[in-house]
């Protein structure tokens, strides 16, 4: 999701990251890779999945304990007739699955990525395949909602996020408290001693560049060329510079929606004032008479509403949040009640409680961000990703809180891609990021919107392939014209 920074010497930095609590040892050469063919489901075409391989990889649960209990690490190749190297891809989220991708989203690597790389990437530790984090789904069912209402409702949420981590961790195994970006960096290199590579051409996407940043800071010698795309800023070191940041970027975002709905006449809200029209459905969410935007069977709150406008911005699919407000608009309060969820069910976003430190430590202190957020945004007044800090409030603090980065000895510098009108990963936390790495990165400005840019045209990719194939670093100050949504 999203940051900022300040720069620190490197062996503070060091200390600061925990990285020189890890062993300094070389990870210890694992045995073979056992490649078969991926397994299809019944759900999914067979020629979509055929060609990709999967395998699995034992990594220990904690390398500060590299002896210590081991766990599977899934993995998944598509190989190239004549490889120049290994391109890896970490994936998003948290909760993206990189297996996936290789299995069914090819489509997002262009064939001369394809022609050019064995494209290799993996379920990151606690996700889909990987040992991943699960919980009783009916716990999760009720877990208590970002907007809190009071002191009542505060200590409710510290009671609700230490009794699911409690069950989470009893339904997961000792890796729940081992999922930091920083154990899977070590992961990863783990994954370029098992593959043979002496280096990795590394393209990290949204939560996944955070991962790219980590290992390069570690080792940056095992590094051949780095993409950055959707830049994650580790660098925002306090909960309100945080949450000023993220209610910045997905308003900015919204606003570019408004604009175009404005003069855009096959919008289904032209005309229309939508800053009158989402005050109405923030209010009518909060009383209880919207269905949720996701999953119609509830009823919204001003939290889930906003959410689902905000995934709506990451094409963007300006025309879809159109149609979804109208429809809310037009809609009646839902009278069904979904049953009750049972069995176990996957719970991705601990991940955030392991590498973003956001302590709030009263009702009164949270209540004042919000009033601080309202206060300077004009529609947008609940920062989508406010779950990343009601959800770990009242937990240990994080193995991997937020610093600037401290690259050293990268021979090519790292590419860095971001939209002007992320809504998700700022612009400013991109160019914060840049700043930190200084002389060994590179900022590319798409000059349009969405979250993820490398296929958001022909410049973006053309600059993306030329850096991972022939290490062709753009000129500073780069930049792609804008191409305009058409969804």
């Not at 159109?322 to 839902?334: G, H, I, N, T, Y």
């Not at 009108?421 to 060994?440: E, I, K, N």
């Not at 400005?445 to 990719?461: D, F, I, K, L, M």
Request: glycine fraction near 8%.
């Amino acid at each position: 999701m999203m940051l900022r920074s300040t720069t620190w010497g490197a062996i503070t930095g060091l200390v600061l990251a925990g990285l020189v609590a890890l062993p300094a040892a070389a990870v210890a050469t694992p045995d073979p890779l056992q490649w078969t063919d991926c397994e299809v489901k019944p759900t999914e075409d067979p020629e979509v999945v055929r060609g990709s391989q999967c395998a699995t990889l034992q990594v220990p649960v904690d390398w500060n304990h590299p002896n210590g209990p081991k766990f599977g690490l899934a993995l998944a190749r598509r190989t190239a007739k004549v490889p120049v190297g290994t391109l890896f891809f970490a994936p998003g989220g948290p909760g993206d699955s990189g297996v996936d991708r290789i299995r069914t989203g090819m489509s997002r690597f262009t064939k001369t990525l394809q022609d050019n790389f064995d494209i290799v990437s993996f379920d990151p530790r606690g996700i889909a395949r990987s040992n991943p984090i699960v919980c009783s789904a009916a716990l999760l069912a009720q877990q208590p909602s970002p907007l809190i209402a009071g002191p009542k409702a505060f200590t409710e949420t510290i009671r609700y996020n230490r009794a699911l981590a409690k069950d989470c961790r009893a339904n997961t195994g000792p890796l729940y408290d081992h999922v930091d970006t920083l154990q899977s960096v070590r992961d990863v290199e783990a994954i370029r001693v098992a593959l043979g590579e002496p280096k990795l051409t590394f393209h990290g996407s949204s939560y996944g560049t955070l991962l790219g940043q980590q290992y390069a800071e570690r080792y940056p010698h095992r590094l051949r060329a780095l993409v950055l795309e959707s830049v994650f800023d580790h660098g925002d070191t306090t909960t309100g510079r945080w949450l000023d940041d993220q209610a910045a970027t997905v308003q900015d975002s919204f606003t570019e929606f408004v604009n175009w709905c404005g003069k855009t006449t096959t919008c289904s809200l032209y005309g229309r004032d939508i800053s009158a029209l989402w005050a109405d459905l923030v209010a009518r969410a909060g009383r209880g008479e919207l269905p949720d935007p996701r999953q119609s069977a509830l009823k919204a709150t001003p939290y889930t509403l906003t959410f689902g406008a905000f995934r709506q911005l990451y094409e963007p699919r300006w025309g879809a949040l159109a149609d979804l407000l109208k429809r809310l608009d037009e809609s009646v309060p839902p009278t069904g009640q979904p049953p009750a969820p049972t069995g176990l069910a996957p719970n991705p976003l601990a991940a955030f409680c392991r590498d973003l430190s956001l302590p709030v430590r009263t009702y009164g202190e949270y209540a004042a961000h919000l009033r601080r957020i309202a206060r300077t945004t004009a529609d947008l007044k609940v920062p989508p990703t406010l779950m990343a800090v009601t959800n770990c409030i009242g937990l240990p603090k994080a193995p991997n809180p937020q610093r600037d980065i401290e690259v050293h000895g990268l021979r090519t510098p790292a590419l860095l891609l971001n939209s002007l009108h992320d809504p998700a990963t700022s612009y400013a936390g991109a160019t914060s990021v840049a700043r930190q790495l200084g002389r060994y990165g590179v900022l590319v400005t798409y000059e349009g919107w969405g979250h993820g840019v490398y296929n958001s045209g022909a410049c973006t990719r053309q600059t993306v392939d030329d850096y991972l194939v022939a290490l062709k670093v753009p000129p500073r100050g780069a930049r792609c014209a804008a191409v305009p949504p058409t969804g």
